[in-house]
């Protein structure tokens, strides 16, 4: 006899979407924060999330750590997301001040969140259309599960305004978000039964004139254990 072990990556989850229900009435009971209304896809943004200080000692974090970005896959091609990106150290004040505020905004499990990712895009860089729960046929896809399972939220905070460009778009949905300093969104990239939701398609437009900071933190559907 075999032991099959069932993978639930791709398909509704009675867990998943506890968990998206969660979030979603936290969410949406705080005054503070608007949900963007479109049917396809459950989007959240709170301005003035972080300080114009904070958001500038986080920018000095990123120049002083950034490196090119990697993609998990690698088979992208490099110009497919050409930000850099570094991840921010789990033991500065201020990365844990955010990313307990980040917790306490959305309920969260604080063990599922990934470390807070920061990128810079300067002139022409972008990060082209791409979906954050992963693809359960890529290679990479049963270490993922074993460390966490899929990812269903992303916390992303711009920490600059762009001259021009650089908005985040949502190709499926029709609209795109230009970056403001300090604002913060938060969106499901499952659908409400805990399905993966192909409409959280999105991409980074190219930065036109400027330079571009933002900080992405994905939080798990299980307690995130990269070292496993
Ligand atoms: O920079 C952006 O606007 C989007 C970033 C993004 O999609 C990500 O970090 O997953
Ligand atoms: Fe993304």
């Known amino acids: 006899m075999t032991n099959t072990i069932y993978d639930d990556g791709a398909s509704a989850s009675p867990a998943r979407a506890k968990l998206g229900a969660k979030v979603r009435a936290k969410l949406s009971r705080n005054p ?41 896959s690698g088979s992208s091609g490099s110009e497919y997301r050409s930000s850099y ?3 921010l150290d789990a033991h500065d004040p201020l990365v844990i001040g955010l990313t307990n505020r980040i917790v306490a905004l959305t309920g969260l499990d604080p063990t599922t969140g990934e470390t807070i990712q920061g990128q810079r895009y300067t002139q022409g860089q972008e ?12 290679s990479y896809w049963p270490r993922m599960r074993a460390q ?44 409400p039964d805990g399905s993966p ?32």
């Not at 399972?149 to 992303?156: L, S």
């Not at 978000?177 to 499901?188: D, F, K, Q, V, Y």
């Open 127 to 138: 990060y082209r259309l791409h979906c954050d729960y992963f693809g359960i046929t890529a």
């Open 32 to 72: 503070m924060v608007t949900r963007i209304a479109n049917p396809k896809l459950e989007i959240f943004g709170r301005a003035h999330f972080a300080t114009p200080q904070e958001c500038a000692a986080m920018r000095a974090m990123i120049d002083a750590g950034a490196e090119p970005s990697a993609l998990f």
């Open 197 to 228: 939701n192909p409409d959280s398609l999105h991409a980074a437009l190219p930065v036109v004139k400027g330079t571009k900071y933002v900080l992405t933190k994905w939080f798990r559907e299980r307690p995130w254990t990269p070292g496993s």
């Open 148 to 191: 966490g399972g899929q990812r269903c939220w992303t916390a992303m905070m711009y920490l600059s305004d762009v001259e021009e460009g650089g908005e985040t778009q949502f190709a499926q949905c029709g609209f795109m978000i230009p970056p403001r300093e300090g604002m913060i969104l938060i969106w499901n990239n499952l659908r």
């Open 85 to 87: 990106s570094c991840h």
